[in-house]
């Protein structure tokens, strides 16, 4: 069955730099990527997802790439703000159920 | 996008007593719900889908008769721990199944 990893655990970068949270996966008949950002004790929510079919997927300040040869795909999160501060989780689908990365928290430094 | 209505947010109960959150979809018919189990600072873990007007289909290591769902109409799923155990304590939170996932507010469960 499908695996996601998810790198790193935990991400400190400074106030206005640019964070990156890395995942691949195993199963090549996976076709959809989301990411979703979890505030603490709060719901998840989507932020930017991708299908197969793109290379990258840009929305404002955040950006998905993936690379379906590789079987990674990444969150790209430019000029980063205090509000960004959460955990993030990536996820791939695998008949018809997503498989969830461990999660990325992410803090950002004043 | 859709919204899903959890209830209730937060919930203590003693052990040995069931608890039922209830996960209402608002603006849509939901014909499958999924319903997840999330431990402090780990990811979600599916514990099974509802599936309106028939049983749930359990993910592999979840026990059926600990955790009853039910989902009895199109806008109306519950999950209900029954005689609930301190390590049954968690976030438990559901999901709709429309394609992008639209979470409900989650349940914490505490049982002392």
């Known amino acids: 069955g499908e695996n996601v990893e998810q790198h790193p655990s935990t991400l400190s970068v400074q106030e206005g730099d640019s964070a990156v949270i890395k995942c691949t996966y195993s199963?090549?008949?996976?076709?959809?990527f989301p990411w979703y950002k979890q505030e603490l004790g709060k719901r998840p929510q989507l932020i930017i997802d991708?299908?197969?079919n793109v290379g990258e997927k840009k929305d404002q300040r955040i950006a998905v790439t993936l690379n379906k040869t590789a079987k990674h795909f990444s969150l790209h999160i430019t000029e980063t703000q205090p509000e960004d501060s959460a955990v993030y989780f990536c996820?791939?689908?695998?008949?018809?159920?997503?498989?969830w990365g461990a999660g990325t928290k992410l803090i950002i430094k004043p | 996008g859709a919204v899903v209505s959890q209830h209730p947010s937060r919930v203590i109960c003693k052990s040995g007593t069931s608890v039922k959150i209830e996960c209402r979809s608002l603006?849509?018919?939901?014909?499958?719900m999924f319903w997840y189990r999330q431990f402090p600072k780990k990811s979600l873990m599916l514990m099974a889908t509802?599936?309106?007007?028939?049983?749930?289909?359990?993910e592999q290591g979840v026990e059926k008769d600990k955790f009853l769902i039910n989902h009895a109409s199109l806008t109306l799923s519950t999950l209900t721990v029954t005689s609930a155990h301190p390590e049954d304590s968690s976030f438990y939170i559901c999901?709709?199944?429309?394609?992008?996932?639209?979470f409900g507010e989650g349940s914490r469960l505490t049982v002392l």
């Open positions: 999901s709709d199944n429309t394609g992008e996932l639209f």
């Open positions: 996820a791939a689908d695998s008949n018809y159920q997503l498989i």
């Open positions: 603006d849509f018919q939901a014909t499958t």
């Open positions: 199963d090549s008949a996976s076709n959809y």
């Open positions: 991708i299908r197969s």
């Open positions: 509802s599936n309106e007007g028939s049983k749930a289909t359990y």
